[in-house]
């Protein structure tokens, strides 16, 4: 599979999840990694979309109509992180740099909607660039979501939220709170120690949250939340920031859902890097 190099930097893409499987700075890992046809620990590096965390109970309406998707989180019987994060990719284009991955999503059972997506994974002075665009080619309008799911290797964070949206038992939207006073104010970098986190966040001040000194930046207009996850409580390194284009269970609050009209595309792109 692709393996991409510059600006110091080095990436190995895997075309399942149109996936970034390892990225390195000199000889520093800056996320976890996972060998090469190896199962996906925790969706590690994959896309998420077309939807982002979960759909509750696998069921949503749409345009007045009901939808049951496949639930793959049983514990919870949730459908989480949609649709291509085990999908097998086209690798499309590659250069030393740089390369385009594309997949179609058909209909499904849940999801009758057909989806074009193509993903550009780029190396530059600030590291990986990811660009997803999505386009819907089929003939009616379709909800849509996306984020990525990357681990991030360090013990400080840094989060620039002043929002969080605390969970119910089943890692469902409860209410939106002010992170002042809780927790979960991480606007000032501090040591996550046993902190356990693996809530969503939003009222962004910038695109941007720090572990250690490991960044993933972005435009907070187009991606206007972000979970984040220990991985100490799962008993895996790291720690998962995801920026997303909607809160949890989107499909159903319709919160900052995209809705995406036949021949319509969406963009969103996202930057890891050290620094």
Known sequence: MPTLSGAGYTAEISARGAAVRALRHGARELLTSWPEGAPVPYFAGTLLA?????????????????????????????????????????????????????????PSPGYPFALSFQVVHSLGEDGLTTTVTCRNTGESAAPYGCGPHPWLLGERLQLPASKVLLPDELLLPRSLEEVAGTPYDFRQARELGDT????????????????????????????????????????????????????????????????????????????????
């Open 196 to 275: 356990r986190l693996d809530h969503t966040f939003t009222g962004l001040s910038a695109g941007e949250v720090a572990v250690d000194d490991i960044r993933v930046s972005w435009d907070p207009e187009v991606l206007p939340w972000v979970q984040v996850c220990t991985g100490r409580h799962l008993d895996y390194a790291g720690v998962a920031v995801e920026p997303m284009t909607c809160p949890p269970d989107a499909f159903n609050s319709g919160a900052d859902l995209v809705v995406l009209e036949p021949g319509e595309s969406h963009e969103a792109s996202w930057t890891i890097g050290a620094r």
């Open 50 to 106: 077309p939807w982002p965390n979960r759909v509750g109970g696998g069921g949503y309406t749409f345009a007045g109509e009901r939808h049951e998707l496949p639930v793959n989180e049983p514990e919870r019987g949730h459908a989480l992180h949609g649709l291509v994060h085990a999908a097998e990719w086209q690798v499309a284009e590659q250069h030393q740099a740089s390369v385009r991955l594309a997949h179609a999503l058909a």
